[in-house]
Structures are given as C-alpha cells and as structure tokens.
C-alpha cells in the first residue's frame, strides 16, 4: 500500500501525523480552531459542529492529518483556548493600571528603605556635627587656611558653608519626615 495519495493534482503523503506537520500548518490549525472555539463559545455550537469547520479549514488547504489526531488536539486545547479568550476580553487599562499599582508599591518599598537607610544614617551627621562645633574643626580650617594641607585634598568637611548648609538641609528633611511619622 502506497503511503502517496494523488489529490486534485497533488501527491499527498496519508501516514503523516500532526507532530509531522509544518510549524506554519500547525500554526494554520491552531489559529482555525481557535476561531472555531469561539464560534462554539458565542453560538453554542456542538463539540463535533466546531470540530467540522476545523476540519473544512483543513481539508480546504490539502493539508492532510488524521482526522482523529486532529479532533485530540482540538480538545486538549480548549482550555488555553478559553484561558486567551478571557484574557482578550480584558480591557488594557486594566492591565496599566495593574502595571501602575505594581511600580508604585516597589517605589514605595525602595522609598521606606531608603528613609529608614537615612534615619539610621542620623548618628553619623550628629558625629559630623559635633566636629563641626569642635575646637578640632577649628584648628582644622586655621591649618587650611595657612596652606598646610595639599592643595589637592578634598576639603569640603573645611569650607564653612559646606557643612553648615548640609546640616540645615539635614533638620528640613528630619521636619518632613518627622511629620509623615506622626
């Protein structure tokens, strides 16, 4: 028995099996029965009447599968079938907004993290402060003064105004964060 069928003009090969059929025919097929599950879902077709115009679909290509094989598949992917025609039924906002709700909430998680960082950060700016306010700091900046350190130190711990504005705009942010805490 011959495993070559002559059809309208063509040789057909009648053992193939779905797994045997080209990505783009199986590609064809699933987006037929797809069709076909929607038309089941939206018209109330029988099983078997959807099966049918998968199988028109199929047969008006030539493309020749097992019937059965075919009708398997159908029903094993009814599901993923469903599961997609529900997520298309989805307005897309609801998924930016999802996406909002999503960044805003990893936002605010870095957010809290980056307050609390800060809060216990405080110590250090007391410790800097209380240098500031010390007679070392003074003896420090005499010596800057007279050249005494390199002129390429970074000596911004040295400049009146540089700590001074830092510890102002320090207690401003403590206020505001003080008063989200309250």
Same mark, same amino acid.
């Given at each position: 028995? =011959?495993?070559?069928?002559?059809?309208?003009?063509?040789?057909?090969?009648?053992?193939?099996?779905?797994?045997?059929?080209?990505?783009?025919?199986?590609?064809?097929?699933?987006?037929?029965?797809?069709?076909?599950?929607?038309?089941?879902? #939206?018209?109330? $077709? #029988?099983?078997?009447? +959807?099966?049918?115009?998968?199988?028109?679909?199929?047969?008006?290509?030539?493309?020749?599968?097992?019937?059965?094989?075919?009708?398997?598949?159908?029903?094993?992917?009814?599901?993923?079938?469903?599961?997609?025609?529900?997520?298309? =039924?989805?307005?897309?906002?609801?998924?930016?907004?999802?996406?909002?709700?999503? &960044?805003?909430? $990893?936002?605010?998680?870095? $957010?809290?993290?980056?307050? +609390?960082?800060?809060?216990?950060?405080?110590? /250090?700016?007391?410790?800097?402060?209380?240098?500031? &306010?010390?007679?070392?700091?003074?003896?420090?900046?005499?010596?800057?003064?007279?050249?005494?350190?390199? /002129?390429?130190?970074?000596?911004?711990?040295?400049?009146?105004?540089?700590?001074?504005?830092?510890?102002?705009?320090?207690?401003?942010?403590?206020?505001?964060?003080?008063?989200?805490?309250?």
């Amino acid at each position: 028995m =011959s495993k070559h069928k002559m059809v309208d003009g063509k040789l057909l090969q009648m053992n193939k099996r779905y797994k045997n059929l080209k990505n783009r025919q199986k590609d064809k097929i699933a987006g037929w029965m797809y069709e076909a599950y929607k038309k089941q879902m #939206s018209e109330g $077709l #029988s099983n078997d009447e +959807a099966f049918a115009l998968v199988m028109d679909k199929i047969n008006e290509a030539q493309i020749w599968v097992p019937e059965y094989e075919v009708e398997q598949k159908y029903n094993s992917m009814k599901k993923r079938f469903k599961d997609r025609m529900a997520a298309e =039924s989805i307005p897309q906002h609801i998924y930016q907004m999802e996406a909002i709700l999503d &960044t805003a909430q $990893l936002k605010m998680d870095a $957010l809290e993290q980056r307050i +609390a960082d800060y809060k216990e950060y405080q110590a /250090k700016i007391q410790e800097l402060e209380s240098y500031y &306010t010390s007679q070392q700091w003074k003896d420090d900046f005499a010596m800057d003064e007279e050249g005494k350190f390199p /002129k390429k130190l970074k000596k911004g711990v040295l400049s009146e105004d540089g700590i001074y504005n830092m510890l102002e705009r320090n207690k401003e942010i403590m206020k505001i964060l003080d008063g989200f805490d309250s």
